[in-house]
């Protein structure tokens, strides 16, 4: 039987500690579901349907990466993909409260599925999404924080922000 897990989260955009902690699940299984939570209560710098194209362009030639987006309950979107393991990334003890939490509550809300914690690699341990993206919104150097393609979505989505503003 093929091992499956879900690695959701909201991606706006998948950084470089992201795609290591992908990396490192795909040691454990045979492939993994990146969930893009697409929640309407949010106002999200990329789209849904952006942060989920640039993790398949991310992914293009690894088959063993399935990227999709799911709203409503991670534990539904875990029990209608049959998988019962959910990989989170836990980055400093800062994390762990947040993450400690929403565990419990997963496992509260269906008993049946196992949340799984991976560290990254040191070197993206201060890293997320929304430090990447205020750094870049103010002129900083995002260099090896995100793919090149990655940057280059950024630049065109601050440009075309930008043009509309005018
Ligand atoms: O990348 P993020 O924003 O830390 O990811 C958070 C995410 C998407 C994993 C979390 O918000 C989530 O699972 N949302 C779905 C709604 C849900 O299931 N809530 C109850 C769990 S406490």
């Known amino acids: ?39 309407p209560k949010k106002s999200p710098f990329f789209s849904t349907e952006e942060r989920v194209e640039l993790i398949r362009q991310v992914f293009a030639n690894d088959r063993a990466v399935e990227v999709t ?31 400690f939490q929403m565990a419990l509550m997963n496992r509260k809300l269906a008993g049946d599925i196992e949340i799984l914690f991976m560290m990254p690699s040191l070197k993206y341990s201060f890293l997320s999404s929304n430090l990447v993206r205020e750094a870049f919104q103010l002129g900083g150097c995002i260099k090896g924080l995100v793919p090149p393609l990655v940057e280059e979505a950024l630049k065109n989505k601050l440009s075309n922000s930008k043009r509309k503003r005018r």
Do not use: C, W
């Open 1 to 39: 039987m093929e091992r499956k897990a879900i690695y959701p989260g909201s991606f706006d955009p998948i950084t470089n500690g992201h795609i290591d902690i992908i990396q490192r699940g795909k040691k454990i299984f045979d492939s993994i579901i990146v969930g893009v939570l697409d929640n």
């Open 69 to 99: 987006s799911f709203s409503g309950l991670l534990v539904d979107f875990a029990h209608q993909n049959k998988v019962k393991i959910v990989i989170r990334g836990l980055r400093a003890i800062s994390d762990f409260e947040y993450e």
